[in-house]
């Protein structure tokens, strides 16, 4: 059967380091408050030359370098978003562009933080209909342009950047020892909306809003939800959480984190984490941290790898991949 194979992962962030002391002019809130309660110590801000689509095609490049090939190569990109450079064209045909890529097809993808989940599993399906042979799909984000700078709940938890992986078709035997993607779970809820939105929008306000959430009832949510979907995935591959080799959950909240692991019986040592240096980058978050975990040598060829990811919407997800 034919399975989408990782060929190469890359990433970008913004130049502008910003560490939790540079908020305590801001609003009211400490390092020991911020990294206390989520984890963070840094995150990347971008600047007005920073973009999600240049982010985008930075961590594309990267992540082509990595796998030894060119924008020729590719037939498709899928760019998860909520912070797109326009409200149209979609920014991945921007990306396309700015690639020198003149062939085949790109769009966005929006499902907030859970955007690089859903775009895997869609490009998984482009690639097993026979649709495409190669996708770059990308995570990019600037949700600093979103934030309200006065509101001390969102303004320290959020940073910039992109990440990318490359797909291909390749072929497996059907089971679990297979490389490429084996087995994913989606979901979405959208009585959760008001949770966790931004309060503008194209068709509402003619603007583009702030970013607003009720973090206790996000938090409350949110360990039940990727443990229902990492479930259903382990259940779908017939594998149970010891047979994992690493965990790269979406990077939002360390305890958030912490907390789905040990309800899994994650072994803490498995689990991939870089909220501390990125903050919630929202869909760049996971392909970040494949990229930390590949760069520095722990995730390897073989690997048995889960990712997942929660958003507003609800949305929230998992794909099993193995590397």
């Known amino acids: 059967m034919i399975r989408s194979v990782v060929r190469g992962t890359g990433a970008a962030l913004p130049r502008r380091i910003m560490k939790n002391a540079d908020f305590e002019g801001m609003v009211e809130t400490s390092d020991e408050w911020i990294a206390q309660r989520t984890g963070i110590r840094q995150r990347?801000?971008?600047?007005?030359?920073?973009?999600?689509?240049?982010?985008?095609?930075?961590?594309?490049?990267?992540?082509l370098d990595n796998a030894g090939l060119t924008p020729a190569d590719i037939d498709l990109i899928v760019l998860a978003t909520s912070t797109p450079n326009n409200t149209f064209p979609a920014t991945a045909v921007d990306i396309q562009n700015r690639l020198?890529?003149?062939?085949?097809?790109?769009?966005?993808?929006?499902?907030?933080?859970?955007?690089?989940?859903?775009?895997v599993t869609t490009a998984d399906l482009y690639i097993r209909g026979g649709l495409a042979k190669r996708v770059l799909v990308i995570g990019s984000e600037t949700f600093s342009r979103i934030l309200d700078w006065s509101d001390r709940s969102t303004c320290v938890l959020f940073g910039d950047g992109a990440g990318a992986m490359v797909l291909e078709a390749g072929e497996g035997a059907g089971g679990i020892e297979d490389h490429g993607v084996l087995a994913a779970s989606l979901r979405s809820d959208g009585a959760h909306k008001d949770k966790l939105f931004v309060d503008g929008g194209a068709s509402t306000t003619g603007t583009v809003g702030h970013l607003r959430m009720e973090g206790r009832e996000v938090f409350k949510h949110a360990v039940g939800m990727i443990t229902d979907v990492i479930e259903a995935t382990f259940s779908a591959a017939g594998i149970t959480a010891e047979d994992l080799d690493w965990f790269v959950p979406h990077q939002a909240n360390k305890r958030i984190i912490d907390a789905s692991a040990r309800k899994l019986g994650i072994a803490e040592q498995k689990v991939v984490v870089t909220v501390d240096l990125h903050g919630n980058?929202?869909?760049?978050?996971?392909?970040?941290?494949?990229?930390?975990?590949?760069?520095?040598?722990?995730?390897?060829?073989?690997?048995?790898?889960?990712i997942e990811a929660m958003g507003g919407g609800f949305t929230w997800g998992a794909v099993l991949l193995r590397w």
Not at 100 to 119: E, K, L, N
Not at 284 to 294: E, I, K, N
């Open 100 to 119: 020198g890529m003149h062939h085949g097809f790109a769009f966005d993808m929006q499902a907030v933080c859970s955007g690089f989940v859903y775009a």
């Open 44 to 63: 990347h801000i971008a600047a007005d030359d920073e973009t999600t689509a240049s982010l985008g095609e930075a961590a594309a490049r990267a992540a």
């Open 281 to 306: 980058t929202s869909a760049a978050s996971v392909p970040l941290a494949l990229s930390v975990a590949v760069a520095d040598g722990r995730i390897k060829k073989g690997d048995l790898v889960l």
